[in-house]
């Protein structure tokens, strides 16, 4: 059974941090790329990060230089480093995997980043 089980969502001030994790189960991970999406009350769901097989990796503008993805193959995981973290990245965050043919989806976990 493929799960992709998200947590390190919470409530945070503007300029704090939060780490989120995304644990695989049932895919071979070490052949996925790994994605961060999130989606905002009332707006698409948009693509924040992504690292691919050969660690490369990508970021929507609105998060370079404050947010840091990466994975351990070992531990089946994917994570995402959220620094500087401002009102407008309040949102539900997703994790994705993604192999050629086929998408898998976590349930999302909660950032709310509000005083």
């Known amino acids: 059974q493929v799960r992709l089980v998200e947590s390190g969502g919470d409530l945070v001030q503007p300029g704090g941090s939060l780490r989120l994790s995304c644990v695989a189960f049932?895919?071979?991970?070490?052949?996925?790329?790994m994605n961060w999406y999130r989606q905002a009350p009332g707006k698409q769901r948009e693509l924040v990060a992504a690292v691919t097989t050969d660690d490369n990796t990508n970021y929507v503008d609105s998060v370079k230089g404050r947010f840091t993805i990466s994975r351990d193959n070992v531990k089946r995981t994917v994570y995402l480093q959220m620094n500087s973290l401002k009102p407008e990245d309040t949102a539900v965050y997703y994790c994705?995997?993604?192999?050629?043919?086929?998408?898998?989806w976590g349930q999302g976990t909660q950032v709310t980043v509000s005083s």
């Open positions: 994705n995997a993604s192999f050629t043919r086929l998408n898998y």
């Open positions: 049932g895919i071979n991970f070490k052949i996925a790329t």
